[in-house]
């Protein structure tokens, strides 16, 4: 079987400042026939934030109010997951986990043990940065990094990014009509790892930049990153299970 991580950010997983539900039922339809076809499938989910922004609007410039959103929210989130899953008869789990995980060998061992478990199981593991004791994510990275960490440390081939951008562009796509896709990237220069950052989205935090982190990191652990449209899942199900790429960016070594 086949390991995946992906992970799915803010701005898909929002409209109007709350869950977009329809999107976030596509993205539990996707994970399932991924099952099916094969694929063991561990998610990476933003969108607590937001799910507790549309019970509580706190001010989301102050970092201790995005804390509490996400508390009162990843519950919320969860629920829908599970109510999602539910109708395909499948359960998810949450595991929360904070960047200092990753430093000590003992917990990712337990971390791993635990997912392994539920993925044996059949049973998706939906990941998320615990942000009342680690605000790293929270304040900048929109779970990119973290995914990255998720990937490699539980041993996945593959990383993949639903993003609110189909691709990486060889220059921004919002600014630069002319920019142009790439379709396979084998390395990333130190200048495109340290470029601003440039979120799309008030709930973003990450823009391009996080993604490009994540995927170095990934390319200098010999595996795989997919960055692809998440509005739109054409071409990760093309990738994925036809094997064909047609859309969205490949980061693997050449
Ligand atoms: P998400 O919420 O899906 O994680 P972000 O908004 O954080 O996405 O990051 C994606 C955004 O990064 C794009 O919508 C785009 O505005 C910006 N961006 C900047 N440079 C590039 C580039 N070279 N290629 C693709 N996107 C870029």
Do not use: W
């Amino acid at each position: 079987m086949e390991r995946i991580v992906i992970k799915v950010g803010s701005h898909v997983l929002t409209e109007n400042g709350a869950v977009a539900r329809v999107r976030l039922l596509r993205l539990v339809e996707l994970i399932v026939d991924l099952q099916k076809n094969g694929y063991e499938v561990i998610l990476v989910s933003s969108g607590a934030v937001a799910a507790g922004y549309s019970q509580l609007p706190l001010d989301k410039k102050i970092v201790a109010n995005r804390q509490a959103l996400a508390a009162i929210g990843q519950p919320l989130l969860l629920k829908m997951y599970q109510e999602k899953f539910g109708i395909f008869g499948i359960l998810c789990s949450q595991v929360l986990l904070s960047a200092d995980v990753f430093e000590y060998p003992g917990h990712i061992a337990h971390a791993k043990a635990a997912i392994d478990t539920l993925l044996e199981n059949k049973v998706v593991p939906i990941i998320n940065e615990n942000d009342t004791v680690s605000i790293e994510e929270l304040v900048f990275g929109d779970n990119d990094r973290l995914s990255a960490h998720v990937a490699h440390y539980f041993d996945a081939e593959l990383l993949v990014i639903l993003s609110d951008i189909n691709a990486y562009y060889d220059k921004d796509p919002h600014k630069f009509t002319d920019a142009k896709q790439r379709s396979i990237v084998h390395e990333i220069d130190e200048e495109e790892l340290q470029a601003e950052h440039s979120p799309n989205n008030a709930f973003a935090t990450g823009g391009i930049v996080t993604k490009l982190q994540a995927a170095d990191f990934l390319l200098k652990h010999n595996r795989k990153m997919f960055l692809a449209n998440g509005f739109d899942l054409t071409d990760v199900k093309s990738f994925l299970i036809q094997k064909v790429h047609q859309g969205g960016t490949l980061f693997v070594n050449g």
